[in-house]
DNA sequence: CATGAATGAGGGTTCATTCAT
DNA sequence: AATGAATGAACCCTCATTCAT
């Protein structure tokens, strides 16, 4: 009773979202051209034909979490954003927060991240715009008086994409402690260094 | 004389230096799956068989030019372990030094550097494997008083990785500078950090 | 409406096996390199992937044909070995019977006898297997005290064995007769020789 | 000197009759497909064009051996036939006679006899044709009062036949005697037959 | 909503054979 | 007499995708 009825139309968008999640992994595992539609669709239980009442193709559905991974990225770039001048927290807290919701975002979407950052043919291009994005924050900021004037911020902001790109890359293996540990860890090198003070 | 001599041993190695060639660059620039067989032929002006002449098949190619990166990778980083302890050159201008054979092998061989960092199945172990030398140099230089005593080296190692990845992927659209200026940037970054000392 | 049933589930089924219908053809007259797999799909009326759907590839297929010559020809080796000791019937007879089976199989599924026999790289194999069966049912036979004890057992099974191959081998050009009457006249020639008494 | 002046011309030969020998191996061990070009030049030590200086291709090659081997059964097949009428040897030992110099044969070059009896797809006429000659000959002998009347000397004939060929197939891992006691064995098998008398 | 069955299009690889030297 | 280098012609196989039910 009304659980049937949406069970006909609910089956269809479970299905869709089995598939989903089941090529999200296999893409981020295994790359693009290694997974295969017969391969999704027989771990997700369903057939070939199924596969294309929900997805145009298989690209199709490729790009669709392509979008899906630069929407959250865009989400939870924005809280990177939030306290504009009010902040009071020292400034070494205030980057720790900006970087947190990536950190956050990658380890709680580590295949989608995976897929954006490292599968993705658009990685480079997500990338770099990532790094413009970073870098121009860091610019006003740096012009803002909180950073040193002789640096290259182009530079800063790759190094620091970069970083993320390893942590998505490396995620599996890392013993690594908490996000906010890690978040601390990096701030304190991007800010002070590692030189002997 | 010479000349003809030359001409008909080397015929072979050359064409098999010019698929390889070419190979190099298409595979950098469009993957592997994107680089058929015939394309690399047609670019190379012979037919398809003549590649079998020279390579077991194309993943045997692929997998050399990965080979191929590795190795040199390695001799760079010989050169980056260059003058052990003495050193009364300044910290900075030590790591700079360090630094630039890197760079300077990813400026003369783009293609290369982008298969072992990013087109590689193995590009992740590659890069792991960076890391880890990076790491240990960075402790053994941490222990002897260097660097700062609070910082997780695996992170710094990580970052300088990634820095790099972004350098390859970016370098086509980079503008940037001699190879020289960058590293000093990017010591100077990492050493002092950017925060308004 | 079971016929609609049955065409449903069937037709793959079906595709099946009007495939191994022909492959059989295919190898038995042109042997296993001239048997092209578009040549197969061609005359079964489908096209190349389906041949795909029902066989892991070209060897797999041939394989399967050169087991199923082997189960086959075990099944009516079994049917060879029925009565055992008491048989009051003539010597004659008994050995006849013991022989008919196989030339009912070789007249019955010539073209997979031809694989077993003369096709298959295994066929030395399964001939040997065989004349190593036959010869040990004749020792016990013989040691039974039907048989000459001067004679080489294996001499006379490797015979036998070379004349069903000659009967393959050459039946289609053969008018003989039934099997009942071939296998007498077999027998006969075994048992007796043929010097005048 | 000679020497010198022969050597050229009989280094020709002296390849041509490498090739011929490797090839006969080679096809008579691993098939006509089996065996490439490629390999018989590289096991005879010279490169592929010189394989074309003697042999127009590769099936030339393989029907000048079957052409050799139908030469050869046929001087051994008039060994066979020398003694007509006057015999006055037992017809036991004529017979085995007449048996012997297929086994010679057979024994003195395995690979040929292998090509022309196993390999070959003329295999199955060639073994006909000798079946067909040797019916002839029992008929002969068969209306000369010889042999018994009531049996049908094709049968007669394909087993021996067959017999052979097992014969070959199975010399390898034959312990067997000489081929005089094999032809002994084999004609008193044929002659007599397996019942006790 | 779902499937059994089938296919278009294309890619990698092999091999006998030849050309120029 | 011989070879280094190259190729024409096929063949096997895979995969994303569709049709009819």
Redesign the interface.
Known sequence: MGQRGRKKGASGEQSRGVLLSIATEEFALR???ETKVSSIVEKAGVTQPTFYLYFENKDALFQELVQLFRTRLSEYTEKSRLEPGIAKTA?RQKIAEGLMPFFQFFIEEPHLASIGFLIA?QA?EI??QL?DQIRAN?ISE?QA????K???M???A??????????I??QK?RS?KEPEL?AD??V??????????
Request: charged letters at 25%; aromatic letters at 14%.
């Open positions: 790359g693009y051209h400034i043919p480079a990338k770099d790094a860091l740096q008086g909180y950073f040193r002789d640096l290259n182009g530079v800063v790759d190094s620091i994409v970069g970083m993320m790109e390893r942590f890359a490396t293996k690594f890690l860890e990096v304190r090198l991007f800010l002070y260094g590692i030189a002997e003070p």
